[in-house]
């Protein structure tokens, strides 16, 4: 990720340093007038635990094809999702099992599998597959979304090669920090332009799980 300013001074008044990337991250968002506190933990980088390039790529395939699931205006229907996924041995959590198992969605399970696509964009980012995520208030690329059934889950999981680690981080920072700004304008009642609070929550849930072999796809910590 490219910053778009110099490093400053650290701040002397806390009862922790923050780290450089915490610092990035806070001026990349305060430039945007986005205000973050300056006391959020560091997230360090001992305590993160990377997937393996293969097993985002899959999980990355699996959110995309729910995603197109529950769209109603794509034409592929959850009859057609499953043989894919079991064709392609891609696992689902008990929560996605149930969705597809669903002969008539609600609106509200289709909304909430239809915003998976920005935990997607996030790991085919990581992937290297796009070039950037865009800003945190743009939508992915949705036409993107294509390349999966077009060039087939198989090939982009064999080809698969995650980024730099301390990429990853800068990412994951930089979402967790916008998360909380979000969080926080919400209790405040008021609304951040530069943020979209969907894009945010989502794109940081894909990067917490990225970075936490221990969790589940459905017990992310998403606490900030």
């Excluded at 002397?12 to 430039?31: G, H, K, T």
């Excluded at 995309?64 to 689902?92: C, H, W, Y």
């Excluded at 969705?99 to 969605?105: E, R, T, V």
Aim: charge should be negative; proline fraction near 5%; hydrophobic fraction near 45%.
């Amino acid at each position: 990720m490219n910053w778009p300013f110099k490093k400053k001074a650290k701040d002397s008044a806390l009862p922790f340093q923050p780290n450089e990337r915490a610092l990035r991250s806070r001026r990349w968002l305060e430039a945007r007038r986005v205000h973050v506190i300056p006391h959020l933990p560091n997230l360090d980088e001992e305590d993160f635990q990377w997937r393996s390039a293969e097993e985002a790529a899959e999980r990355a395939c699996t959110l995309t094809l729910l995603f197109m699931a529950a769209m109603p205006n794509v034409e592929i229907s959850s009859r057609d999702v499953m043989p894919l996924i079991q064709g392609e041995g891609l696992k689902l959590t008990g929560h996605e099992a149930a969705f597809l198992a669903l002969d008539a969605p609600s609106e509200e399970e289709s909304l909430r599998f239809g915003w998976g696509c920005e935990s997607a964009w996030a790991l085919f980012w990581a992937l290297g597959l796009t070039e950037s995520m865009g800003l945190p208030n743009e939508h992915c690329d949705l036409d993107w979304f294509e390349v999966v059934l077009t060039h087939g889950v198989g090939q982009l999981v064999s080809t698969a090669k995650l980024r730099a680690e301390s990429e990853l981080a800068d990412a994951l920072d930089l979402y967790y920090r916008a998360n909380w700004a979000t969080n926080q304008s919400a209790l405040d009642g008021k609304r951040v332009p530069a943020l979209d609070p969907g894009i945010v929550f989502m794109r940081r849930y894909a990067l917490e799980w990225l970075a936490d072999r221990s969790c589940s796809w459905d017990s992310v910590d998403m606490s900030t």
